[in-house]
């Protein structure tokens, strides 16, 4: 089971990445592109040049997750490196599920294109 917790190391990936990769692939992209073990229990969050996807790989003490997320509409607030040479931001899970949920990190709004249905 995933848990999202307070201790949950979460980083972004700032550059694009090509979204046909799977586990093997990301994993590569964790240990050669943002210097990390992909095996240490953190979140690893990519996403396309468009920025209408997402994928999240995490290995959770016994095997690998790939979450995948495609947007219908709209596009992801993806944050932009402060130096060339930073390849990945540090988030929090309150910032990953902002994140996800549609709001732009910068100014803390909702995006645009995103809209909750209202529950009777």
Same mark, same amino acid.
């Given at each position: ?11 972004? /990936?700032?550059e694009p990445q090509d979204?046909? #990769?799977?586990?093997? *692939?990301?994993?590569? @992209? ?11 229990? /953190? ?6 040049? %468009?920025?209408?996807?997402? #994928? ?10 790939? /979450?995948?997320? %495609? ?8 944050? #932009? ?5 930073? #390849?990945? @931001? ?6 990953? /599920?902002?994140?996800?949920? *549609? ?7 909702? %995006?645009?294109?995103?809209e909750r249905e209202e529950?009777?």
């Amino acid at each position: 089971m995933i848990s999202f917790t307070g201790a949950l190391k979460v980083y972004l /990936a700032l550059e694009p990445q090509d979204m046909r #990769k799977s586990f093997n *692939g990301l994993c590569a @992209l964790v240990s050669d592109h943002l210097e990390a073990d992909p095996y240490q229990g /953190a979140l690893y969050i990519f996403t396309n040049q %468009r920025r209408n996807r997402l #994928k999240i790989l995490f290995w959770d003490g016994t095997g690998l997750w790939v /979450a995948c997320k %495609r947007l219908e509409q709209g596009r992801f607030s993806w944050p #932009k490196p402060s130096s060339k040479s930073q #390849k990945r @931001l540090s988030l929090t899970p309150e910032a990953l /599920a902002m994140l996800t949920d *549609g709001i732009d990190l910068k100014d803390g709004r909702l %995006r645009p294109w995103y809209e909750r249905e209202e529950k009777c």
